[in-house]
């Protein structure tokens, strides 16, 4: 039952999400990672076009598993984007790299200009910010003439396009994370993607104890466990089964806020035809103006949400190497993600849009 809090996010639940996970616990499966997850696996890198994927616990250590599988640790330098999720840059510092820190542009996702600055990367993590993809083919382009092994963090953005491809498919590997306010969700989940057989199979042994294929109990090498569960995956099957209506939902609802919210203070970004708007957001004159914003709508009960401030401003990574980074400093501070549930209706969207319109 719709309670009258709006929040920012919740998941997108029905009956059918219900009867996939009971079907499955009906059906006398072993609840660990099989036939189910396999199917999952499968739809996924078939919708995006990659030869391989694998399930694992969530979006951090997909990325984890991604840099290790790929032989990025101990002395490679990752450029990462300045304004990201903390499991990003997180992941990087986990498999003992050095991340580097570069600026985003208007698109919010990492500034192919800056990018051109840097001749010692090793590896870069581009992240298509909020389903937006911005330089993002330019920069598969550069790293692959300068030898930089690119990783897409497609946490945002599974449905959503580049000009010529889908996210997911950018780079030599990529990744996606299933949690409960994602585009689609398994409670927590994770995938990654790779086209390289290399990768592929360590990825493999990684995941699964690197277990000898002909000897139980016996391992050729060091491994662990990052198996998820087919309960899991069930419900991952029937959401991903819904994809279409989710992105339809998406682009809908962000058609109503634009065309309802009128207010000089509050500027929009941009999507293409082809992106997926994940959180709807709007950027404020200022970081002042933002709080106003976010106290009216929350004396009328309603949960928004800042972006993600920019990497740089977090303490406990003051040293990490970086370049200018005004941009993202500047302009993380003044977006706010307003509600983008799938469950919204259009008169919640049209009140949310009224109090900030009429919001002096
Ligand atoms: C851009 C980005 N990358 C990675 C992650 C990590 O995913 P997870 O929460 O599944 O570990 C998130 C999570 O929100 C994210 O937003």
Request: aromatic fraction near 10%; proline fraction near 2%; charge should be negative.
């Amino acid at each position: 039952m719709k309670q009258n809090r709006i929040f920012q996010v919740e998941p997108s639940i029905d009956d059918s999400d219900i009867k996939s996970v009971v079907d499955y616990l009906n059906s006398g499966g072993w609840l660990t990672e099989h036939k189910i997850t396999q199917e999952l696996e499968k739809n996924i890198k078939d919708f995006i076009g990659r030869r391989y994927s694998h399930a694992v616990p969530n979006g951090t250590i997909a990325i984890y598993l991604a840099l290790l599988a790929s032989g990025i640790g101990k002395g490679k330098k990752v450029g990462v984007p300045n304004l990201t999720m903390i499991a990003t840059i997180n992941a990087i510092i986990w498999a003992d790299a050095e991340p580097v820190l570069i600026d985003v542009d208007e698109s919010l996702c990492l500034s192919y200009e800056q990018l051109k600055e840097f001749n010692d990367l090793d590896a870069l993590i581009f992240v298509p910010l909020n389903g937006r993809t911005g330089d993002g083919e330019k920069i598969e382009e550069l790293c692959r003439e300068n030898n930089i092994l690119l990783i897409e963090d497609s946490a945002h953005a599974l449905g959503s396009n580049y000009k010529s491809k889908k996210c997911g498919f950018l780079g030599d590997l990529s990744i996606f994370s299933f949690t409960p306010h994602k585009i689609i969700t398994m409670g927590q989940g994770g995938m990654i993607l790779t086209d390289n057989d290399e990768f592929n199979n360590n990825i493999f042994n990684l995941k699964t104890f690197n277990r000898s294929k002909d000897k139980q109990d016996w391992h050729d090498g060091f491994g662990l466990n990052f198996k998820i569960t087919d309960i899991q995956s069930s419900l991952g099957l029937s959401q991903f089964s819904k994809l279409n209506m989710f992105i339809e939902n998406k682009r809908k609802n962000l058609e109503i806020y634009r065309k309802n919210i009128n207010n000089k203070e509050i500027s929009f970004i941009d999507f293409h035809e082809d992106e997926v708007p994940w959180f709807f957001d709007i950027v404020c004159s200022s970081k002042e103006y933002k709080e106003e914003i976010k106290e009216h709508l929350s004396k009328n009960n309603i949960e928004t949400r800042d972006c993600y401030p920019a990497l740089s401003f977090q303490n406990y990574l003051k040293e990490v190497e970086k370049t200018d980074l005004s941009h993202s400093e500047k302009i993380s501070e003044n977006i706010l993600w307003l509600p983008s549930s799938n469950a919204l209706t259009k008169e919640e969207i049209e009140t949310i849009s009224n109090l900030i319109s009429n919001h002096s």
